[in-house]
């Protein structure tokens, strides 16, 4: 009798852990869901002062002129260009340490990239604007001139911090190349060079594609570090040596204080930001699905 | 036509090189940081010039945890006529000041600042007998004066008293076309006492020439236009209250070394919002966030990674959580912050505080804790697992007691990750945590963390070596906890391949 | 494992212990909390005023917390402060909402350069060109050929809004402008930028001067305390805490606000390089 009290007892504790282990699971997919929701739900009173057409391509912001101006077209270009410097800066760099990883994985060097890498990516972005403020500012504008607070220097920032997201996953697309593959290409008389240039990285692309997609959501999401570099005038940056403001450092900046409409048009801000950044996840999701299905 | 061997070897060397930059990289900015965070430098401009040998005839200790180490003679003058009541403007220190004075070298200290002894008397000095000294101990805020050569204890260090100015004539300092000289560096200063400068202009001044007079003469530079004379400050002084019109002095550039990060500074609690005191109580804030985060996180965490690795199907669901997992991964920390901002601050009501926070941080950790605790659960040896149902275990049993003992290395590298993540955070916390520098009293106060205080730092325009000392400090908890974090999946790895 | 658990539950059982204490010595001890919040000028006086302000009233608990006049000023008829700072003259649609401000102090708003800059002086006039943009090289006000480059407050600040009312009333300043978000951010931001100019509230003109900077006289007059009461320096105004409605007898509001017009509250004002009002 006690035997089957304490089966049933069993059996309820092991229905009732699985469910709290599935709502434990949820969340995650519960949280995206509110945060869109919220999000769009005090973004889109918005739309009832601006029109679409004016807040995605005016350059004209200025919430507290009378009329005020709702127009980020000029943070999206910023956000834009100060991505594809960084992407620009990263690439190469991270492409080549990938390879050293992959290709020449067995002697020290290779551990104190590793370690190198790991610890880049362990820096708090505050840091990396610290340093930037501080060393690359006048850096940049002892070689390029202007004030140095730039779009140059924001994207020369979030360079190096985007190296570990590029490298860290490149690196497991390498790796994954069939060593079948590599070792005809080397029977074959091909150079190393050949081997990983030729062979290699087309084999992975599309891990190398994801991994940079990746980079550049963390690029365009990044705030703290482009706000104490970029020099936040809002208007259009014409050159990378201007002061510009992304996406991301309009909405810390004004957020504080802005209020009804401003605030709504800040939170549009971050809609459009988390929505571009979405679909470039989707994207990387969508990409290694097919690459799973065609292994 | 290059050979392709030749390409292949330029090919290697280029991928050698920009791979080596990324420990480049790493090394300048982990060493600018320690450099910046240890050694701190300050540029001012005062009106005494920097004093090679002063000779007093009466000596100067201040406390010896004081920062003082050197003082002008301005400033000297105001702590004698009592002006002076407090450090804060001085130094960091938020203490009270007091001046002891040994009764032998009243009339040596009241003459030596212009001051009449009974001026001196009449405000608060403590007059102190040498033998007495030991009783002053280690408080801050105390400068003594006593007999040259007297024995002090090594509860005091001496301070170096700078009296020289540069006296010129109102002339040297006036706006001319808009411009006029505010300061002078070193370099300048030594040009004019080796008199290589003969007309102003060259020191970036008016069209006039320089003409030296001597200290004795001091009264002639008030009226020969361009003149100017190295004297001490109490001459230039005693020349003003003689009626001596158009004597001025030019400030020089002065630079203040010192040792930036301090134990002192890290156990001190902040005052005023971080303009005094030390960050002890960000600290306990920044620990009781992670502490807090981890307790919400954690469990939520391990439970949705046990639930895809053990009971999971295969199948469209499934693959719904596991994109939710990513797609809350990519969100960028500040959406985060506006989350946090409408649905914790506002929406429950939980306003600035610790809880706002560390259920922000908690969304932001999750996918971390989930994607290691998955990878640490699918490790464990399949034999243990079907052993324990073998011998009759209930699912959530075997889990319980097999398969969570058994990943517990990786499941704590997850969480010792998630923690690195949190005390890194700004973005998400500037709208959630709060901005106080007091201790939390619970978890509905209002607070900052480690990262938070080198923002507001670097926003509200407090010396930006505080920044670099504090970040000094985050660095080297950050380095500590990815060491360990790799410490701890080495072992667990070793374990497994014993195994 | 077993000890993992052990070291979390007790982690667990220490903080609630702790975060219960608080919550206990709050309903003992009856301590309110209240927060206040607002300007970043009047920031280092209601920073120094509150620990004095605590010690003679040991049941209170003040917060201020600095977000700029306007945020603060909204944030009071939104309830969630219940005292705010400001440093600009109240707008008419806050007055029609309530809000009514006591003077506790006055202040002038100085203008620094960066060292680099050989000016020393600036007339109204120029100023106004400087900041509105319509001058853009320092060679037009007679210094060096060199971009003048312009730092502004964000748009929070009672000091910007003082600043372009006495400056350049009406006309918009400068867009293109590095945005710093408070009175020390303004002072790092003019010592570290060649060619900057800026302004700042004048207790913090020393940051100024210490990080090598320079402040400039304007008209030829410098900003001073004398020259502030005296009414020679033009660009001066009056700082403010604001309530809603005349602060009520009895309640922990006004007797900070009668703390900081008392002779005690005064000396702060005067320790922290504001001008008193007495």
């Given at each position: 009798?006690?035997?089957?009290?304490?089966?049933?007892?069993?059996?309820?504790?092991?229905?009732?852990?699985?469910?709290?282990?599935?709502?434990?699971?949820?969340?995650?997919?519960?949280?995206?869901?509110?945060?869109?929701?919220?999000?769009?739900?005090?973004?889109?009173?918005?739309?009832?002062?601006?029109?679409?057409?004016?807040?995605?391509?005016?350059?004209?912001?200025?919430?507290?002129?009378?009329?005020?101006?709702?127009?980020?077209?000029?943070?999206?270009?910023?956000?834009?260009?100060?991505?594809?410097?960084?992407?620009?800066?990263?690439?190469?760099?991270?492409?080549?340490?990938?390879?050293?990883?992959?290709?020449?994985?067995?002697?020290?060097?290779?551990?104190?990239?590793?370690?190198?890498?790991?610890?880049?990516?362990?820096?708090?972005?505050?840091?990396?604007?610290?340093?930037?403020?501080?060393?690359?500012?006048?850096?940049?504008?002892?070689?390029?001139?202007?004030?140095?607070?730039?779009?140059?220097?924001?994207?020369?920032?979030?360079?190096?911090?985007?190296?570990?997201?590029?490298?860290?996953?490149?690196?497991?697309?390498?790796?994954?190349?069939?060593?079948?593959?590599?070792?005809?290409?080397?029977?074959?008389?091909?150079?190393?060079?050949?081997?990983?240039?030729?062979?290699?990285?087309?084999?992975?692309?599309?891990?190398?594609?994801?991994?940079?997609?990746?980079?550049?959501?963390?690029?365009?999401?990044?705030?703290?570090?482009?706000?104490?570099?970029?020099?936040?005038?809002?208007?259009?940056?014409?050159?990378?040596?201007?002061?510009?403001?992304?996406?991301?450092?309009?909405?810390?900046?004004?957020?504080?204080?802005?209020?009804?409409?401003?605030?709504?048009?800040?939170?549009?801000?971050?809609?459009?930001?988390?929505?571009?950044?979405?679909?470039?996840?989707?994207?990387?999701?969508?990409?290694?699905?097919?690459?799973?299905?065609?292994? | 036509?290059?050979?392709?061997?030749?390409?292949?070897?330029?090919?290697?060397?280029?991928?050698?090189?920009?791979?080596?930059?990324?420990?480049?990289?790493?090394?300048?900015?982990?060493?600018?940081?320690?450099?910046?965070?240890?050694?701190?430098?300050?540029?001012?401009?005062?009106?005494?010039?920097?004093?090679?040998?002063?000779?007093?005839?009466?000596?100067?200790?201040?406390?010896?945890?004081?920062?003082?180490?050197?003082?002008?003679?301005?400033?000297?003058?105001?702590?004698?006529?009592?002006?002076?009541?407090?450090?804060?403007?001085?130094?960091?220190?938020?203490?009270?000041?007091?001046?002891?004075?040994?009764?032998?070298?009243?009339?040596?200290?009241?003459?030596?600042?212009?001051?009449?002894?009974?001026?001196?008397?009449?405000?608060?000095?403590?007059?102190?007998?040498?033998?007495?000294?030991?009783?002053?101990?280690?408080?801050?805020?105390?400068?003594?004066?006593?007999?040259?050569?007297?024995?002090?204890?090594?509860?005091?260090?001496?301070?170096?008293?700078?009296?020289?100015?540069?006296?010129?004539?109102?002339?040297?300092?006036?706006?001319?076309?808009?411009?006029?000289?505010?300061?002078?560096?070193?370099?300048?200063?030594?040009?004019?006492?080796?008199?290589?400068?003969?007309?102003?202009?060259?020191?970036?001044?008016?069209?006039?020439?320089?003409?030296?007079?001597?200290?004795?003469?001091?009264?002639?530079?008030?009226?020969?236009?361009?003149?100017?004379?190295?004297?001490?400050?109490?001459?230039?002084?005693?020349?003003?209250?003689?009626?001596?019109?158009?004597?001025?002095?030019?400030?020089?550039?002065?630079?203040?070394?010192?040792?930036?990060?301090?134990?002192?500074?890290?156990?001190?609690?902040?005052?005023?919002?971080?303009?005094?005191?030390?960050?002890?109580?960000?600290?306990?804030?920044?620990?009781?966030?992670?502490?807090?985060?981890?307790?919400?996180?954690?469990?939520?965490?391990?439970?949705?990674?046990?639930?895809?690795?053990?009971?999971?199907?295969?199948?469209?669901?499934?693959?719904?959580?596991?994109?939710?997992?990513?797609?809350?991964?990519?969100?960028?920390?500040?959406?985060?912050?506006?989350?946090?901002?409408?649905?914790?601050?506002?929406?429950?009501?939980?306003?600035?505080?610790?809880?706002?926070?560390?259920?922000?941080?908690?969304?932001?950790?999750?996918?971390?804790?989930?994607?290691?605790?998955?990878?640490?659960?699918?490790?464990?040896?399949?034999?243990?697992?079907?052993?324990?149902?073998?011998?009759?275990?209930?699912?959530?049993?075997?889990?319980?007691?097999?398969?969570?003992?058994?990943?517990?290395?990786?499941?704590?590298?997850?969480?010792?990750?998630?923690?690195?993540?949190?005390?890194?955070?700004?973005?998400?916390?500037?709208?959630?945590?709060?901005?106080?520098?007091?201790?939390?009293?619970?978890?509905?106060?209002?607070?900052?963390?480690?990262?938070?205080?080198?923002?507001?730092?670097?926003?509200?325009?407090?010396?930006?070596?505080?920044?670099?000392?504090?970040?000094?400090?985050?660095?080297?908890?950050?380095?500590i906890i990815n060491i360990s974090t790799r410490k701890i999946m080495e072992k667990g790895q070793k374990k497994n391949e014993r195994q | 494992m077993k000890k993992i658990l052990t070291i979390l539950l007790i982690l667990m059982m220490v903080t609630s212990v702790v975060f219960a204490q608080g919550r206990q010595e709050t309903s003992k001890t009856a301590t309110e909390n209240y927060s206040f919040g607002g300007s970043s000028t009047v920031a280092p006086i209601a920073n120094s005023a509150i620990p004095a302000f605590e010690v003679k009233n040991p049941n209170v608990k003040v917060s201020y917390e600095t977000l700029?006049?306007?945020?603060?000023?909204?944030?009071?008829?939104?309830?969630?402060?219940?005292?705010?700072?400001?440093?600009?003259?109240?707008?008419?649609?806050?007055?029609?909402?309530?809000?009514?401000?006591t003077t506790i102090a006055l202040d002038g708003i100085t203008v620094g350069v960066n060292e680099t800059v050989s000016i020393a002086n600036l007339s109204m006039q120029q100023l106004k060109g400087i900041f509105t943009g319509e001058i853009t090289n320092w060679n037009e006000v007679g210094g060096l050929d060199q971009k003048i480059e312009v730092i502004l407050r964000d748009e929070a600040s009672g000091t910007r809004?003082?600043?372009?009312?006495?400056?350049?009333?009406?006309?918009?300043?400068?867009?293109?402008?590095?945005?710093?978000?408070?009175?020390?951010?303004?002072?790092?931001?003019?010592?570290?930028?060649?060619?900057?100019?800026?302004?700042?509230?004048?207790?913090?003109?020393?940051?100024?001067?210490?990080?090598?900077?320079?402040?400039?006289?304007?008209?030829?007059?410098?900003?001073?305390?004398?020259?502030?009461?005296?009414?020679?320096?033009?660009?001066?105004?009056?700082?403010?805490?604001?309530?809603?409605?005349?602060?009520?007898?009895?309640?922990?509001?006004?007797?900070?606000?009668?703390?900081?017009?008392?002779?005690?509250?005064?000396?702060?004002?005067?320790?922290?390089?504001?001008?008193?009002?007495?």
């Amino acid at each position: 009798m006690a035997t089957l009290r304490k089966n049933n007892l069993r059996k309820a504790t092991e229905s009732g852990s699985r469910a709290i282990l599935l709502l434990s699971a949820m969340i995650s997919i519960i949280a995206v869901f509110l945060i869109i929701v919220f999000i769009l739900g005090q973004a889109l009173p918005t739309l009832k002062q601006v029109s679409l057409k004016e807040f995605f391509f005016s350059t004209t912001w200025y919430p507290t002129q009378d009329p005020p101006h709702y127009g980020v077209a000029s943070f999206i270009i910023a956000s834009f260009e100060v991505t594809l410097i960084a992407l620009i800066l990263a690439i190469p760099v991270s492409l080549s340490a990938t390879i050293y990883l992959s290709q020449f994985a067995k002697n020290k060097l290779a551990q104190i990239l590793r370690t190198s890498i790991e610890l880049l990516a362990g820096i708090p972005s505050i840091i990396y604007g610290l340093f930037g403020l501080s060393a690359i500012v006048p850096f940049v504008r002892n070689i390029f001139g202007g004030n140095g607070m730039s779009l140059l220097s924001a994207g020369i920032i979030l360079a190096i911090m985007i190296l570990p997201t590029i490298i860290n996953l490149s690196e497991v697309a390498l790796s994954n190349v069939s060593q079948d593959l590599i070792n005809s290409s080397i029977a074959m008389g091909a150079t190393k060079w050949q081997t990983i240039s030729r062979i290699i990285i087309p084999a992975a692309m599309s891990g190398i594609v994801s991994s940079i997609v990746l980079g550049l959501g963390r690029a365009i999401g990044e705030t703290t570090a482009v706000l104490l570099v970029g020099g936040n005038a809002p208007v259009f940056a014409k050159r990378p040596i201007d002061m510009g403001r992304t996406l991301t450092m309009n909405i810390i900046t004004d957020m504080a204080y802005a209020t009804d409409t401003h605030r709504s048009a800040l939170f549009m801000t971050g809609a459009l930001l988390l929505l571009v950044i979405l679909i470039l996840n989707l994207c990387v999701v969508q990409i290694s699905k097919r690459k799973r299905l065609e292994k | 036509m290059i050979n392709r061997n030749t390409a292949n070897d330029i090919w290697i060397i280029v991928i050698k090189l920009l791979s080596f930059l990324t420990i480049f990289l790493l090394a300048l900015i982990l060493g600018y940081l320690i450099f910046k965070g240890l050694y701190s430098s300050k540029q001012t401009s005062r009106t005494v010039l920097n004093t090679i040998e002063s000779n007093l005839d009466f000596e100067v200790y201040s406390s010896k945890n004081s920062s003082i180490k050197e003082l002008d003679w301005f400033t000297l003058q105001k702590m004698g006529m009592g002006e002076i009541k407090n450090l804060r403007l001085l130094t960091k220190e938020n203490v009270s000041f007091e001046l002891y004075i040994e009764e032998s070298q009243i009339s040596k200290f009241a003459s030596y600042l212009n001051l009449s002894e009974a001026q001196l008397r009449s405000h608060s000095i403590k007059l102190v007998n040498p033998q007495e000294i030991t009783n002053y101990q280690k408080e801050s805020g105390k400068i003594l004066i006593t007999k040259k050569g007297e024995k002090i204890p090594n509860l005091f260090k001496k301070v170096k008293v700078s009296d020289d100015v540069l006296v010129v004539n109102n002339s040297v300092i006036q706006t001319f076309d808009n411009k006029r000289i505010t300061k002078l560096d070193e370099k300048q200063i030594e040009k004019l006492r080796n008199n290589e400068i003969s007309n102003w202009s060259q020191l970036n001044g008016p069209d006039l020439n320089a003409l030296y007079i001597p200290e004795n003469q001091i009264y002639e530079v008030g009226s020969i236009e361009g003149s100017y004379s190295f004297a001490k400050a109490i001459s230039f002084e005693k020349a003003g209250n003689l009626g001596i019109t158009n004597l001025e002095t030019l400030k020089v550039v002065h630079i203040i070394k010192g040792i930036n990060l301090t134990l002192k500074y890290i156990i001190s609690p902040a005052e005023e919002s971080g303009k005094f005191g030390g960050i002890i109580t960000i600290i306990a804030n920044t620990i009781f966030l992670v502490i807090l985060t981890i307790i919400i996180a954690g469990p939520l965490g391990i439970g949705a990674a046990i639930f895809l690795v053990e009971y999971a199907k295969k199948g469209k669901w499934t693959q719904f959580i596991r994109t939710g997992i990513d797609l809350l991964a990519g969100v960028p920390s500040i959406i985060f912050g506006l989350f946090g901002l409408i649905a914790f601050v506002n929406f429950l009501d939980f306003s600035f505080s610790l809880i706002s926070g560390s259920l922000t941080m908690s969304l932001m950790v999750l996918p971390t804790i989930i994607k290691t605790s998955e990878e640490a659960l699918k490790s464990v040896d399949k034999e243990l697992i079907s052993g324990s149902r073998a011998l009759g275990a209930t699912k959530i049993e075997t889990i319980w007691k097999v398969v969570l003992p058994s990943s517990s290395k990786g499941i704590l590298s997850g969480i010792i990750l998630s923690i690195g993540r949190t005390v890194g955070e700004t973005a998400a916390l500037i709208f959630t945590l709060g901005s106080s520098t007091d201790l939390a009293k619970n978890i509905f106060s209002s607070s900052r963390s480690l990262s938070m205080h080198i923002y507001l730092i670097i926003t509200e325009g407090l010396p930006i070596n505080d920044a670099f000392s504090s970040a000094l400090l985050l660095i080297v908890l950050v380095l500590i906890i990815n060491i360990s974090t790799r410490k701890i999946m080495e072992k667990g790895q070793k374990k497994n391949e014993r195994q | 494992m077993k000890k993992i658990l052990t070291i979390l539950l007790i982690l667990m059982m220490v903080t609630s212990v702790v975060f219960a204490q608080g919550r206990q010595e709050t309903s003992k001890t009856a301590t309110e909390n209240y927060s206040f919040g607002g300007s970043s000028t009047v920031a280092p006086i209601a920073n120094s005023a509150i620990p004095a302000f605590e010690v003679k009233n040991p049941n209170v608990k003040v917060s201020y917390e600095t977000l700029g006049s306007s945020t603060g000023i909204s944030q009071l008829l939104e309830g969630t402060l219940s005292l705010a700072g400001s440093s600009r003259v109240l707008k008419d649609s806050e007055v029609k909402d309530g809000c009514v401000t006591t003077t506790i102090a006055l202040d002038g708003i100085t203008v620094g350069v960066n060292e680099t800059v050989s000016i020393a002086n600036l007339s109204m006039q120029q100023l106004k060109g400087i900041f509105t943009g319509e001058i853009t090289n320092w060679n037009e006000v007679g210094g060096l050929d060199q971009k003048i480059e312009v730092i502004l407050r964000d748009e929070a600040s009672g000091t910007r809004a003082s600043f372009e009312e006495i400056v350049h009333n009406k006309i918009a300043p400068k867009q293109n402008a590095i945005v710093a978000h408070e009175n020390g951010d303004v002072a790092s931001k003019i010592a570290a930028t060649p060619g900057s100019i800026g302004y700042i509230g004048m207790a913090f003109g020393s940051i100024i001067t210490e990080a090598g900077g320079s402040l400039l006289t304007i008209d030829n007059v410098k900003a001073n305390v004398e020259n502030v009461l005296n009414n020679t320096y033009p660009i001066s105004r009056a700082l403010y805490v604001v309530t809603i409605g005349q602060p009520k007898e009895g309640t922990t509001e006004k007797a900070f606000i009668d703390f900081l017009l008392s002779e005690e509250g005064q000396e702060i004002v005067a320790e922290n390089q504001f001008i008193r009002l007495n």
